[in-house]
C-alpha cells in the first residue's frame, strides 16, 4: 500500500470514530451573578450519524410508557403507565382572567432549578427575573416545559394547590415536581443515576436543562365538575 493511500485510510478511520464515537453534550453557561446553567443533551451525540442506506435499518422508537393528564376541573394531575393510572396529585390551574389552555402537547424537557423570566404578558408588566434558588422564584424547583410560557412547575406558594389562581401554568407541590420530573426523564429516555438528583436537589443555584429525546404526552383537558 502507498503512502497516500495510508494516509487515506487513517483519516477514514478517524473520520468514522468521530461519527460513532459521540459522548454527553453538555454547555454550561455561567452568570454575572453566580448561577450557572447545564444544557444536557442526553447523551446524544454532537455530531450527525452517517446518513442511512439502502442496506441499514433505522430502528423504530418505542413511544414512553408515560403520559400525563391535568382535568381543570377536578385541579387534579393524573400520571398513567401503559394505560394505567398510577398517581394523582393536586395542582393549582389558570384563573378565570388567565385560564390554562386545553390540548395536547409532548413534554420535551425538564429543568431543574429553573430561573424565572417575566412573560410579556400584562400582569407581568412591573415584575423582575428571579435566579435558580430565590426563595422568591414561582417556578420552585422544577418545571416540565410543553408550551411555554404554560409549563407543570413547582411553586413557592404551595398554599395555592388546588384553586384557580395561576396565570394559565399548572403548579404542583416541589416534592410533586421532582417526582414527576424524574418519572419524565426516565421514561423519555433521560434517565440518571441516583448521585445526579441528589445534586441537582443539592445545589440550588444550578439550573440543569434536560433534553428528553423521546417527549412525554401531556393532555389538558375541562373536565366536569363534581
Not at 36 to 55: F, I
Not at 162 to 176: C, F, L, M
Request: glycine share 8%; hydrophobic share 30%; with cysteine.
Amino acid at each position: 500500500m502507498s503512502r497516500q493511500q495510508t494516509l487515506y485510510s487513517i483519516g477514514m478511520m478517524f473520520l468514522l470514530g468521530m461519527l460513532l464515537g459521540g459522548c454527553r453534550a453538555e454547555r454550561t453557561d455561567i452568570s454575572t451573578d453566580g448561577s450557572t446553567t447545564v444544557v444536557d443533551t442526553g447523551g446524544l451525540p454532537s455530531t450527525q450519524p452517517p446518513t442511512a442506506t439502502a442496506t441499514q435499518t433505522v430502528p423504530q422508537q418505542q413511544p414512553p410508557d408515560l403520559r400525563l393528564e391535568v382535568n381543570l376541573a377536578q385541579r387534579e394531575l393524573y400520571v398513567y403507565r401503559s394505560g394505567e393510572r398510577i398517581d394523582t396529585h393536586k395542582v393549582a390551574v389558570g384563573s378565570k382572567e388567565w385560564p390554562t389552555p386545553t390540548g395536547e402537547w409532548t413534554i420535551s424537557q425538564v429543568v431543574w432549578n429553573p430561573e424565572w423570566i417575566p412573560p410579556n404578558e400584562s400582569w407581568a408588566e412591573d415584575e423582575e427575573p428571579k435566579q435558580p434558588g430565590d426563595p422568591d422564584n414561582p417556578l420552585g424547583r422544577v418545571q416540565l416545559v410543553y408550551q411555554l410560557p404554560n409549563s407543570i412547575h413547582g411553586t413557592n406558594a404551595p398554599d395555592s394547590v388546588g384553586k384557580a389562581v395561576s396565570h394559565g401554568s399548572i403548579r404542583v407541590t416541589n416534592e410533586v415536581g421532582t417526582k414527576l420530573g424524574r418519572q419524565v426523564m426516565e421514561s423519555g429516555g433521560a434517565s440518571r443515576d441516583e448521585a445526579w438528583f441528589e445534586r441537582a436537589r443539592a445545589n440550588r443555584t444550578e439550573k440543569q436543562v434536560v433534553e428528553i429525546p423521546n417527549p412525554v404526552p401531556i393532555s389538558v383537558v375541562p373536565g366536569k365538575s363534581e
